[in-house]
Structure formats: structure tokens, C-alpha cells
């Protein structure tokens, strides 16, 4: 335990060189995220948090994760790390908004790097991987959300129900290492190329997963559905890939309910969570309506 603020502890880092400057910059829902200028000019985002066990958040999974992304060229390259902080290179750039996503021409680099982290930073990972399973994951929200009475509590056995007999639609995969939060604000475009940041909830799962989590994240049509889906798979394509991707579309936005739900409870940082779980959970049985 420590009472110094995150200001001082990232401006001792032993990999600075002389005095910096740190600016807090908005975004992060877990962490905190800093603009960090040293003496030569040189930018640096610095991420301050620790393991964020709830939500399975595992600091040296993330550092691993963004470590093989890195090495295949679609993340930011790392500077430092330690268990409480992530130095990357800053990158100058615009974030994404989820309508940059409709634009095809947009969505075919994004399915670009989404190829390059399933098949190529797999091949590069390191170290303590995480599972990233869905299903278990909404499986453990929802003991955390009966033991802390949660104001859904009376849903919550249909949901987990529901959860289980997707589970059983998805069925068996090969796993690849996954994002799994494909929000347009973690893309960057640098006026080149795109970058793929945050990879605290990457790990090893079913590659539908950041097909649905991409879809459900950015508003995407269903003729964008179908083109990321043809896209993915070619003439790979099984006549049953389609209903196991609703199951997980399903699935997709369950877990982003009930991390929103569990967030409602323990989470201190200055959000609407209670609008952002409604909005979920009522976009999650409106999928359900459209899973065969």
C-alpha cells in the first residue's frame, strides 16, 4: 500500500531521462491515463492501475498481449512497464468514432488488424496468457452481482439461463488471441494507418467473439455484418458459422451489460453506468429476438 498519487510514481519510472511532465488525458474506465512529455521533447502515454480482478483484468496479461501486438506491428511500442503502469509511444492521431466504422474502406483496415492479431500476434505471445471465455466471464458477474444485490437481481437467473444455452449454440473453436473491446476509441488513425490500443481484456477465445464484440460496439448494419462475416471466413464460410455468431453477438452484449451492472457497484470513476446497462441489456433482448 502507497500514498503517493500516480503523478509521482510515474514521473519516478526509472526509464525516464531527466524531469517530465504529465498531463491526465480522459478515456480509461479502469485506469488512469497520463500525457507524459520528457526533457527532449519526446511524448509518452503512461496508464496507471492495477489488476482489476472483478472484471478479470490481469496487468502482466495485458503487458503480454500488447507486447505480441506490438511485435507484428498493430500496437504502439511499449517503453516501460510494471505491474501498476504501461508506457507506451504516443501516438499523433485522431480516435475513431463508431460512424468512421460504416465506411468499408475503414472497416477493411480494421478487419485487417483484427486478422493480425487473431493468426499473427498469437504466434508471438509470452508469459501468463488469460482465457477470455465469455460465457464463464458472464457466469462470474452474475455471482458477483446476487452476492452485492444488485438492483436486476430478480433477472438474473433468466440471464444466466440464457447465457448457458448460448454457450451450447457457440460450441466448440480453436482459439485465437482476441482484443475482445473493439470500441472505435481504441483505434487510432495516425493519417496512414490505424493502431489498436488497450489490451487489457485481450486473451485466448473464439475469434467470433471480436467479430460480434465489433459489431455491437460501433452500430454496425446487418449488411456490415454480413460483409465482416464473409470477410473473416471467405469461402472457409460453414452454413453454421452464421448462427453461432449470433449466439455470440447474443452473448456479446450480455457480458457488456453485466460489466456495466458490476461497475454500477464498485466502480468510483465518474460515469453513467445505470444508462449504459439499460441501453445494453435492452439491445441484448432485442439480439435474442433474432438468434434462431
Not at 190 to 197: E, M, Q
Not at 245 to 262: D, T
Amino acid at each position: 500500500m502507497t500514498s503517493r498519487s500516480p503523478e509521482t510514481i510515474i514521473s519516478e519510472l526509472p526509464c525516464w531521462q531527466g524531469k517530465v511532465s504529465l498531463r491526465e488525458i480522459s478515456g480509461g474506465l479502469s485506469n488512469k491515463n497520463y500525457l507524459v512529455t520528457d526533457q527532449d521533447g519526446l511524448k509518452y502515454v503512461a496508464r496507471f492501475g492495477g489488476d482489476v480482478l472483478i472484471h478479470g483484468v490481469l496487468r502482466i496479461n495485458d503487458y503480454n498481449c500488447n507486447r505480441a501486438a506490438t511485435a507484428v506491428g498493430i500496437a504502439p511500442d511499449i517503453h516501460y512497464y510494471q505491474s501498476d503502469v504501461l508506457v507506451i509511444n504516443f501516438i499523433e492521431s485522431r480516435t475513431l468514432q463508431p460512424k468512421d466504422l460504416h465506411n468499408y474502406d475503414i472497416l477493411e483496415k480494421v478487419m485487417d488488424l483484427v486478422d493480425k492479431t487473431h493468426h499473427q500476434a498469437f504466434l508471438q505471445l509470452r508469459g501468463p496468457i488469460a482465457a477470455f471465455w465469455p460465457f464463464r466471464v458472464c457466469r462470474d458477474y452474475g455471482f458477483y452481482l446476487a452476492e452485492h444485490q444488485s438492483r436486476i437481481k430478480p433477472q438474473l437467473q433468466k440471464l444466466i439461463d440464457i447465457n448457458n444455452y448460448l454457450e451450447k449454440s457457440v460450441g466448440s473453436y480453436r482459439p485465437v488471441l482476441g482484443h475482445n473491446d473493439l470500441l472505435s476509441a481504441n483505434l487510432l488513425d495516425d493519417g496512414h494507418r490505424l493502431w489498436l490500443i488497450d489490451w487489457e481484456h485481450a486473451g485466448l477465445t473464439s475469434p467470433l467473439f471480436d467479430l460480434a464484440n465489433l459489431v455491437t460496439n460501433n452500430d454496425l448494419n446487418s449488411d456490415h455484418e454480413d460483409w465482416v462475416l464473409h470477410r473473416y471466413f471467405s469461402s472457409a464460410m460453414k452454413s453454421d458459422i452464421k448462427g453461432q455468431y449470433k449466439a455470440m453477438k447474443s452473448a456479446s452484449l450480455l457480458r457488456e451489460a453485466l460489466w456495466s451492472l458490476v461497475s454500477e457497484i464498485n466502480s468510483v470513476i465518474d460515469f453513467d453506468y445505470k444508462s449504459y446497462s439499460n441501453d445494453y441489456l435492452e439491445r441484448f433482448y432485442q439480439s435474442l429476438d433474432r438468434t434462431d
